[in-house]
C-alpha cells in the first residue's frame, strides 16, 4: 500500500505558514460515541482535591483544584485590526497552570494520581470510599517511594510528570530528548529527579523510555504517544473553561460560536482539549490545532488519511523548530483518529510568527508567555482575514455571526521560564515583529 500525499496542502513542503481545512470535519459528528468519558477524570480531580491540597501548597487557593485564568485580551485584538466581526478574544492561561507551569500540569496530573490510586489499592492503604489524602501521609509515601515512574519529553512533559510524581513520593526518571532545554533539566534535577539524556528526537526518547519501563515491574511509563490517562486529564478542561465562560456571560450556540486555537505537538492535549469540548458545545464549537511549519504532524497524518503512519519527515520536513512541545514529527496514533471528523483544521506558524506575538503579547496586554505557547495568537486573524478561513466561516453558515463570536487562544507553557531566557526570547521577538 502507498501512501496518497494528494491531500497535503499547496506551500506545506516549502514550510509556507498556511490554513488547512479538514475535509473530513464534521459538525454533527458526536463525540459521545467514543467510550472515553472526561467524566472519570473530573471525578478523580475532585476526589484527589483534598490529596492535592496538601502536597501542593500551590494548589490552597483553588482548594486543590488545577484551574488557570481565561483573560481578555482586548489590547492585542485591537493591534490586530481585525474590523468590527473580530469578536472577543480570550486567553486561557494554561502558561499559568501551578507546579508545571504548562498544559502538561492537566494530563500529567491525572496520571499520576491515578497510578498513585492503583498502587494505594493493590497495597491496601485506600478502599474505594477512602479519603484520598491518606496518600500524603508517611506510611503512603513510603509505598510510593518503592514506585518509579518514567517518561519520555522534549521538555514539558518530563517538568510536568518528574515535579508531579516527586511531589506524591514517587521516584521519577525523566528521558530527554537532544532538542529538550538545559534549563528544564537542571530543574528536574535540583528537585532530585533523574534526567537520562538522549541525542535523539521526541520519539526516540519516548522509545528509550518505554524500553526501560518494560524491563522493570515497579516503573510506570507515562506514554506520550498512546496515553488514555493524559487525554482524559487534558479533556477535564473543557467543563473549567465552560463554567469560565458561563461566569463572564458569554454564550455559546448557534449564534455566539466559540472557535477554540491549540498547540499541537504529538496531540494529546488539544485533542483531548478539544474532544471534552465537543461533548459540551457540539457543532458550536470550531476546534483548530496550531503547528510550527517545520512540524505539522497531525495535519500531514489526517491529510494523507489515517491507514498507516506517516510523519513530517516523510513528507520532506525536518521537525526543527524553537516551539518547545511542538517538535514532534508523528501525530499520537490514540489522538489521530479521534480528531479525523471533530477537528475543523490546522494552521501553520513560523518562528517569525509565534516569536513576534509573544513579544506583541507581552508588549501590549503585560502576559509573557513561551514562544510555543504563542503559536494560537495567529488563530483568529488566519479566520478572520483569509480566503480559507472566509470559505469555512462561510460554509458553516457563520458570516453574520461573527461579530458575536468567542475565540480562545490556548496559551500552553510559560510561567517557570527562567528571566534570563525570558530576556533571550524577548530579544528575538522584537527583531521579529519589526521584521514583520
Ligand atoms: C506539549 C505541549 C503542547 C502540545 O501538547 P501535545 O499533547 O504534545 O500535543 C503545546 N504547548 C506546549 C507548551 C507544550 O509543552
Redesign the pocket.
Given at each position: 500500500m502507498t501512501t496518497d500525499f494528494s491531500g497535503l496542502p499547496t506551500g506545506l513542503t516549502q514550510r509556507r505558514p498556511l490554513l488547512w481545512l479538514n475535509p473530513a470535519y464534521d459538525a454533527q459528528a458526536d463525540a459521545h460515541s467514543d467510550p472515553l468519558d472526561p467524566a472519570v477524570s473530573e471525578a478523580r480531580f475532585a476526589r484527589c482535591a483534598g490529596l492535592m491540597r496538601q502536597v501542593f501548597p500551590e494548589l490552597r487557593p483553588t482548594a486543590g483544584l488545577l484551574q488557570s485564568p481565561l483573560t481578555p485580551i482586548p489590547v492585542f485584538r485591537d493591534s490586530m485590526a481585525c474590523g468590527a466581526a473580530a469578536g472577543d478574544w480570550l486567553l486561557k492561561r494554561d502558561?499559568a497552570l501551578p507546579v508545571a507551569g504548562?498544559?502538561?500540569a492537566r494530563?500529567g496530573f491525572h496520571e499520576v494520581l491515578a497510578l498513585a490510586e492503583r498502587i494505594g489499592l493493590d497495597e491496601g492503604l485506600l478502599g474505594d470510599d477512602t479519603d484520598r489524602a491518606v496518600l500524603a501521609g508517611p506510611a503512603a509515601r513510603a509505598v510510593l517511594g518503592r514506585h518509579a515512574l518514567a517518561v519520555g519529553s522534549?521538555?514539558?512533559?518530563g517538568l510536568a510528570i518528574g515535579m508531579i510524581g516527586a511531589g506524591l513520593g514517587l521516584r521519577a526518571i525523566v528521558h530527554m530528548s537532544a532538542d529538550a532545554k538545559e534549563w528544564k533539566k537542571q530543574r528536574l534535577r535540583r528537585h532530585g529527579i533523574q534526567v537520562v539524556e538522549h541525542s535523539g528526537d521526541y520519539a526516540a526518547a519516548v522509545a528509550a523510555g518505554r524500553a526501560v519501563a518494560d524491563a522493570d515491574p515497579m516503573m510506570h511509563f507515562v506514554d506520550?504517544e498512546q496515553s488514555e490517562a493524559?487525554f482524559l486529564g487534558?479533556a477535564a478542561a473543557a467543563r473549567e473553561l465552560q463554567a469560565q465562560l458561563q461566569a463572564a456571560g458569554g454564550r455559546v450556540d448557534a449564534d455566539h460560536p466559540l472557535f477554540v486555537y491549540?498547540?499541537?505537538?504529538?496531540?494529546?492535549?488539544?485533542?483531548?482539549i478539544l474532544y471534552g469540548l465537543k461533548r459540551l458545545f457540539g457543532a458550536h464549537v470550531h476546534g483548530f490545532f496550531v503547528e510550527p511549519t517545520a512540524s505539522p504532524c497531525m495535519l500531514v497524518q489526517l491529510a494523507c488519511g489515517l491507514g498507516r503512519p506517516v510523519s513530517v519527515y516523510d513528507v520532506g520536513l525536518d521537525n526543527r523548530t524553537e516551539?518547545?512541545?511542538?517538535a514532534?514529527g508523528l501525530a499520537?496514533p490514540l489522538?489521530a483518529p479521534l480528531m479525523a471528523r471533530l477537528l475543523s483544521g490546522v494552521l501553520t506558524v513560523d518562528e517569525a510568527m509565534f516569536y513576534g506575538d509573544a513579544w506583541r503579547l507581552e508588549t501590549l496586554e503585560g502576559i509573557y508567555v513561551?514562544p510555543?505557547?504563542a503559536t494560537g495568537l495567529r488563530g483568529p486573524m488566519q479566520i478572520l482575514d483569509t480566503s480559507q478561513g472566509r470559505a469555512y466561516v462561510q460554509a458553516c453558515g457563520l458570516t453574520d455571526a461573527m461579530g458575536r463570536a468567542t475565540h480562545v487562544i490556548w496559551s500552553?507553557?510559560?510561567s517557570l521560564v527562567p528571566e534570563d531566557i525570558r530576556q533571550a526570547f524577548r530579544a528575538r521577538g522584537r527583531r521579529e515583529a519589526g521584521a514583520a
Open positions: 502558561d504548562s498544559v502538561k494530563g522534549t521538555g514539558n512533559l506520550d493524559l487534558y491549540l498547540p499541537c505537538g504529538v496531540g494529546g492535549a488539544p485533542g483531548g516551539a518547545d512541545g511542538l514532534v499520537s489522538v513561551e510555543s505557547a500552553t507553557g510559560g
